[in-house]
């Protein structure tokens, strides 16, 4: 993995002010990494930046440059790697959230799809050497495989699942065509600190610890047995820059590859790990929080998610630093700050 005595690269990424982005762009700048990162606001924060900005040190923060653009707008792309000609490419910027998706599948699209293609030619014509990219385990569908294996996808669910499927398919013909170097991360439920708890479309994590720690009743879609493989940011931020300095020849290069801890933990026993978290480190008796309400399951949501990871093991030297429990522990320790 690149450290900080490695030769500077110049990076660009999209998705800044998010939340997986600002983490991505707080470890480059840590490394000493030239960075020029994009954001419309549409998800991201300024808070997230300026969180960057206290993290790391002056002299780090001067190799950061941020622009508010969208990707949709493809000229405006152009001119800004056209000037800056990145080496490498860390693509975040999306709409996420299947139920957003579902509500309007067109923004989904626009954004997901036509801002991605964007990307890729913009990149394609500034000569950058590696395009690492955010796909999603929603790719999956309806497969019922457990783990789920980079070459076995089932029927889509929702129009987000298909504008990441069909961002891989780009990405891989790019590839092809081009000789672009591309890597896809599909990324199963991705947690951490900066990670917002409102909204409609928020992530199940944020919300709960944020009801949780107020001690109002947490929404349970489902029964409680939906299972997902839930992995700390810290393990994505690795990912990342494995796949963006791995050698390219590697057989991860126009692949794509689960970024996940390869486990698999109920809804029900979720609930239960933040509330006991947040009552250990409050010092308060769980009893005092109330159990969670139950609605009904989502439609477009899959019953279970389980990734098989040992292509990032073995393509990436890929190894989670963070169990679940160990992100838990840690991203209720930083709210409670």
């Known amino acids: 993995m690149m450290s900080p005595a490695s030769s500077q690269r110049r990076w660009f990424v999209t998705g800044a002010a998010g939340f997986i982005g600002s983490h991505l762009v707080e470890r480059l700048l840590t490394l000493g990494q ?13 808070a ?3 969180a960057v900005q206290q993290q790391v040190s002056e002299d780090a923060w001067r190799l950061f440059s941020f622009v508010e653009h969208d990707i949709r707008d493809r000229n405006g792309l152009f001119e800004m790697f056209g000037s800056f000609k990145p080496d490498v490419v860390l693509h975040q910027a999306a709409l996420g959230s299947v139920p957003r998706s579902i509500a309007d599948p067109v923004a989904s699209h626009e954004s997901n799809v036509d801002g991605f293609v964007n990307m890729l030619e913009a990149a394609r014509k500034a000569g950058t050497r590696r395009f690492v990219y955010a796909s999603s385990s929603s790719v999956y569908g309806d497969i019922g495989d457990s783990p789920k294996v980079e070459g076995r996808v ?12 069909i961002n891989e398919v780009y990405a891989q013909v790019f590839g092809r065509t081009y000789g672009l170097e591309t890597v896809g ?3 199963f439920n991705v947690f951490g600190p900066r990670q917002d708890p409102t909204g409609q479309y928020a992530a199940v994590i944020p919300r709960w610890l944020s009801a949780v720690s107020t001690r109002q009743p947490a929404v349970l879609y489902g029964d409680g047995s939906t299972s997902r493989d839930f992995c700390y940011v810290a393990n994505v931020v690795q990912a990342n820059i494995l796949a963006a300095t791995v050698d ?3 057989s991860v290069i126009n692949r794509v590859v689960n970024i996940a801890c390869g486990s698999t933990t109920s809804l029900k026993a979720l609930f239960e790990l933040i ?5 250990r480190q409050k ?9 969670p309400k139950q609605e009904p399951f989502r439609k477009g949501d899959v019953l279970h998610s389980k990734a098989d ?19 838990i522990a840690e991203v209720v320790r930083v709210s409670l700050l």
């Open 34 to 46: 030239l960075v020029t990162g994009i954001d419309n606001f549409s998800t991201g924060k300024r």
């Open 48 to 50: 997230n930046l300026e």
């Open 154 to 165: 089932g029927e889509l669910l929702s129009p987000y699942a298909a504008t990441k499927r």
């Open 185 to 187: 991360l599909r990324y």
């Open 248 to 250: 390219g020849g590697n």
């Open 275 to 279: 509330r006991d978290e947040v009552a």
């Open 283 to 291: 010092g308060i008796d769980v009893e005092m929080i109330p159990p």
């Open 309 to 327: 990871i040992s292509f990032a093991r073995d393509a990436l030297a890929y190894h989670p630093s963070h169990t679940l429990e160990e992100g």
